[in-house]
């Protein structure tokens, strides 16, 4: 598309950048110019026109910036029940005295740790908006879970977002647990302002021998959120990384998503719900790459999409030549219920060993009419028959949230959206 | 308590049902038998209400009420029960839920309280041993998983929870071993009384060895061409049904 705003929006952003870090956004910045915005000749962003989306929306290429809220607000954001610890962000910016204080887990402003691999694992050139989060991004938080430490009450990230039309909001977050760590994070963004922003985030998670780390994700941000996110984990032997993303809304949202298996009998689990109506278009890209022997991949994500709503599920799947008794297992369905909802889905594996299990499917269907009628037989209303057998989509990806408070509220979340307008 | 007549109904253009004439007192089993394609399953679509047929003439009562004009659902709510030829499986939605909310949603049609927890469980205990329903299959999503014959016993189930004053038994009987045969038919004959009625659909007179029927219908080319008693079955069991096609298609070319 445009090479105009690629050298536009850089100095900018880079304008009003936070400091530190010269070597890493220098690197982030070189590895943008390279590969600049994706065009619609970009087979990675085949069906996301982002940058159409960003030309149109963005007028005005600065960060956002930190704000101010209120005790009450972060409390009344809080999931009813919720028992974990609360992290504060404002436009990406932590928020420490609104903050818990996790015992045992080192958590601080990313800027006060300089010293960190950034880029080393969610690496720049991968992808234009990762490099872009890397040339400039704002704020940010740096954790570290020690080694051996169980850490039993999830950790929630509450972000709020707030921000003049045209602005941009980049986040940036590095995870670190230590060998045998434990621990759950949960993402939930509060959408302060009615305005078309963009928000381009990225997460690190380096995982160490046998660590489980859960991460948890929540959209539900509101018609106008334009969002690009990568999230990139590095598992190591014996490890184990989950991830349950649920998208209920947004304008235009890329979720990037990928596991790179290190460490022989570790395992990657990614499940997904996309619940979309109105113009929404979600489009999730996952990726994971067994590089190491006997290690296993399990992944799941359902689509419910009504109106004139878009759904992108593309699941790339890498085994290396090394990577022998890999299990791979790969599944997408989706659920069209209007004329005009599209769904393009791709499944990729790539596979350089002989001896593995791999398999994937996908399928694009309607409402099952006999189930409905099954159940409207044993007297249950046809609306609230539709709602069942949609949740049922829904509730085999939710199941996988183990924190029940959280669980709880992505099911009244969703049997709410079932209500209304599916 | 059901009185049809002369029903006619077609699927995509095609007739099927071709004047059905049919009445049904509290009290009374009706088998309905006849060779594949003459309209069974069709008629018993058609009573609880599935959409792809269209009923093209003719009209049904129940308990004095228009039954065409009501919702499956509806139907259901009033007392209409069909046992599924072919049970759906429904993946991710549990048994116990699933009968929860037909029960309450049918209780609340008729005036009823809905059940709560304790209430709805002691009801399932006591209808699970009816049929000899293992616990662990309503911990199960509906019917996923299941064998035919469990199945088939948790129609007969579904139906003791709902109590219904009309069952329609679809093939209800169709690939039971002798053991599960007993087991569902031993379901229904309990749940008979003299309040409600049966009609069992079926194309083999074995299942009336124990459902025993006050009444036999033969159904043919989508009208009943027969009636008459359950020494009707045990003709149609011995002879077939050619004898019966004979004389209505002889009838039809004088």
């Known amino acids: 598309?445009?090479?105009?705003?690629?050298?536009?929006?850089?100095?900018?952003?880079?304008?009003?950048?936070?400091?530190?870090?010269?070597?890493?956004?220098?690197?982030?910045?070189?590895?943008?110019?390279?590969?600049?915005?994706?065009?619609?000749?970009?087979?990675?962003?085949?069906?996301?026109?982002?940058?159409?989306?960003?030309?149109?929306?963005?007028?005005?290429?600065?960060?956002?910036?930190?704000?101010?809220?209120?005790?009450?607000?972060?409390?009344s954001n809080v999931f009813e029940g919720f028992e974990g610890d609360v992290l504060v962000f404002t436009n990406g910016h932590f928020q420490q005295a609104l903050s818990s204080t996790v015992e045992g887990v080192e958590i601080s402003p990313l800027s006060e740790k300089a010293s960190t691999a950034l880029g080393s694992i969610a690496k720049p050139e991968k992808d234009p908006f990762c490099a872009l989060n890397q040339s400039s991004f704002d704020g940010g938080v740096f954790i570290s879970v020690p080694k051996k430490a169980q850490i039993q009450k999830p950790i929630l990230f509450l972000n709020f977002f707030k921000a003049n039309a045209g602005q941009v909001i980049q986040p940036r977050v590095w995870i670190e647990a230590g060998d045998f760590a434990e621990v759950t994070f949960i993402n939930h963004s509060v959408n302060l302002s009615d305005t078309s922003y963009f928000v381009n985030k990225v997460v690190e998670v380096k995982g160490g021998v046998n660590t489980q780390i859960r991460y948890y994700k929540l959209q539900n941000e509101g018609e106008n959120a334009i969002e690009v996110s990568n999230i990139e984990t590095d598992i190591q032997k014996d490890g184990r990384f989950t991830s349950v993303n649920i998208s209920l809304s947004g304008e235009m949202v890329r979720?990037?998503?990928?596991?790179?298996?290190?460490?022989?009998?570790?395992?990657?689990?990614?499940?997904?719900?996309?619940?979309?109506?109105?113009?929404?278009?979600?489009?999730?890209?996952?990726?994971?790459?067994?590089?190491?022997?006997?290690?296993e991949s399990n992944e799941l994500y359902k689509g419910i999409l009504a109106g004139s709503s878009r759904g992108v599920f593309n699941g790339k799947i890498f085994v290396r030549q090394d990577a022998q008794k890999t299990n791979a297992f790969?599944?997408?369905?989706?659920?069209?219920?209007?004329?005009?909802?599209?769904?393009?889905?791709?499944?990729?594996?790539?596979?350089?060993?002989?001896?593995?299990?791999?398999?994937?499917?996908?399928?694009?269907?309607?409402?099952?009419?006999?189930?409905?009628?099954?159940?409207?037989?044993?007297?249950?209303?046809?609306?609230?028959?539709?709602g069942l057998l949609l949740y049922a989509v829904a509730g085999e990806v939710i199941e996988h949230i183990t924190d029940e408070s959280f669980r709880d509220y992505c099911i009244a979340q969703v049997q709410e959206r079932l209500g209304s307008n599916f | 308590m059901l009185t049809i007549k002369n029903l006619h109904a077609s699927i995509e253009g095609t007739p099927i049902l071709r004047g059905i004439n049919l009445e049904v007192k509290a009290g009374e089993v009706h088998a309905i038998m006849g060779p594949n394609g003459s309209g069974k399953s069709t008629l018993a679509s058609v009573l609880a209400g599935r959409e792809e047929y269209e009923v093209t003439e003719g009209e049904v009562s129940f308990k004095g009420k228009d039954l065409l004009d009501l919702s499956p659902e509806d139907r259901a709510r009033e007392g209409v029960f069909l046992a599924f030829q072919y049970p759906v499986e429904i993946?991710?939605?549990?048994?116990?839920?699933?009968?929860?909310?037909?029960?309450?949603?049918?209780?609340?049609?008729?005036?009823?309280?809905?059940?709560?927890?304790?209430?709805?469980?002691?009801?399932?205990?006591?209808?699970?041993?009816?049929?000899?329903?293992?616990?662990?299959?309503?911990?199960?999503?509906?019917?996923?998983?299941?064998?035919?014959?469990?199945?088939?016993?948790?129609?007969?189930?579904?139906?003791?929870?709902?109590?219904?004053?009309?069952?329609?038994?679809?093939?209800?009987?169709?690939?039971?071993?002798?053991?599960?045969?007993?087991?569902?038919?031993?379901?229904?004959?309990?749940?008979?009384?003299?309040?409600?009625?049966?009609?069992?659909?079926?194309?083999?007179?074995?299942?009336?060895?124990?459902?025993?029927?006050?009444?036999?219908?033969?159904?043919?080319?989508?009208?009943?061409?027969?009636?008459?008693?359950?020494?009707?079955?045990?003709?149609?069991?011995?002879?077939?049904?050619?004898?019966?096609?004979?004389?209505?298609?002889?009838?039809?070319?004088?």
């Open chain 1, 255 to 295: 979720n990037n998503l990928s596991i790179n298996i290190l460490g022989s009998n570790s395992e990657g689990n990614m499940y997904g719900l996309y619940l979309l109506d109105g113009k929404s278009h979600v489009d999730n890209h996952t990726n994971v790459d067994h590089t190491v022997p006997h290690s």
């Open chain 1, 1 to 75: 598309m445009s090479t105009l705003i690629k050298q536009d929006i850089l100095v900018e952003l880079l304008a009003n950048a936070g400091t530190g870090f010269e070597q890493v956004r220098v690197a982030g910045k070189e590895a943008f110019q390279a590969q600049g915005f994706p065009t619609n000749k970009s087979e990675e962003y085949k069906f996301t026109a982002i940058t159409k989306k960003i030309e149109q929306r963005i007028q005005n290429f600065q960060l956002a910036g930190a704000f101010e809220v209120t005790a009450e607000q972060v409390k």
């Open chain 2, 91 to 254: 993946p991710g939605v549990s048994s116990t839920n699933f009968l929860r909310t037909a029960v309450n949603q049918v209780r609340e049609y008729r005036g009823e309280e809905a059940l709560d927890a304790v209430k709805f469980l002691t009801l399932m205990k006591e209808k699970m041993k009816l049929v000899e329903m293992d616990q662990k299959l309503l911990s199960r999503a509906l019917n996923e998983g299941f064998s035919g014959g469990e199945k088939k016993r948790n129609e007969i189930f579904q139906m003791a929870m709902l109590a219904p004053t009309l069952s329609i038994l679809d093939e209800t009987d169709s690939g039971l071993d002798i053991d599960a045969l007993r087991i569902v038919s031993n379901g229904v004959n309990q749940l008979k009384s003299k309040d409600n009625a049966t009609i069992v659909v079926t194309h083999y007179q074995r299942l009336l060895d124990y459902i025993v029927p006050d009444f036999v219908h033969v159904l043919y080319k989508g009208q009943i061409v027969k009636s008459g008693t359950k020494e009707l079955a045990l003709e149609l069991e011995e002879k077939g049904y050619d004898w019966i096609k004979d004389e209505v298609d002889s009838k039809a070319t004088v």
């Open chain 1, 330 to 386: 790969q599944q997408n369905n989706n659920i069209l219920l209007s004329e005009d909802a599209v769904v393009n889905t791709k499944p990729q594996l790539e596979i350089w060993a002989d001896d593995v299990k791999c398999s994937h499917g996908c399928t694009t269907g309607q409402l099952d009419e006999e189930a409905l009628f099954y159940l409207q037989a044993r007297g249950i209303g046809k609306e609230q028959a539709r």
